[in-house]
């Protein structure tokens, strides 16, 4: 949807915490840069992507930190429409094997969304994420049962 791309603004992409060096506009998919990573090892952190519009998302890409070693091995993945209430993902996604490849996962059903939440769950050294978000705008941008 555009955080490969740079079509997300910096300040749409925020996290609960992050580590020096480390902010959340790093979490760019392939970012030469470096890599969103949490401030410590809890499992509450989480890296927000604010899309701009409502999508249907159909899937998404993780990676790690190829300078550092770090990645995330399975995370969870929360969506809202308003980012105040957001909804769970009950699946446990598997993240990556290694700190440079690219990981995709697909949606089934796809999720309504204007933001998404990744929740880290397990990693290598510290959770650290480059992510992007897949999809297609919703129809009139509306919540759709």
């Not at 996604?93 to 769950?121: H, I, M, W, Y």
């Not at 510290?126 to 897949?134: D, G, I, L, W």
Request: charged share 25%; glycine share 6%.
């Amino acid at each position: 949807i555009g955080m490969e791309r740079r079509e997300i603004p910096d300040e749409c992409i925020t996290a609960s915490s992050s580590s020096p060096h480390s902010a959340p506009i790093y979490a760019r998919l392939n970012c030469n840069e470096g890599a969103w990573s949490a401030s410590s090892d809890s499992k509450d952190h989480f890296l927000q992507i604010d899309l701009g519009a409502v999508y249907d998302v159909t899937s998404v890409a993780t990676q790690g930190d190829g300078d550092r070693g770090d990645y995330v091995t399975a995370y969870k993945l929360k969506y809202s429409l308003d980012g105040v209430f957001f909804f769970s993902l009950f699946q446990v996604f598997e993240g990556n094997k290694d700190c440079t490849s690219v990981v995709r996962r697909d949606l089934s059903p796809r999720v309504q969304a204007k933001f998404v939440r990744f929740c880290p769950v397990k990693w290598i050294q510290s959770p650290t994420m480059r992510v992007e978000v897949y999809g297609v705008p919703s129809r009139n941008g509306k919540f759709e049962l």
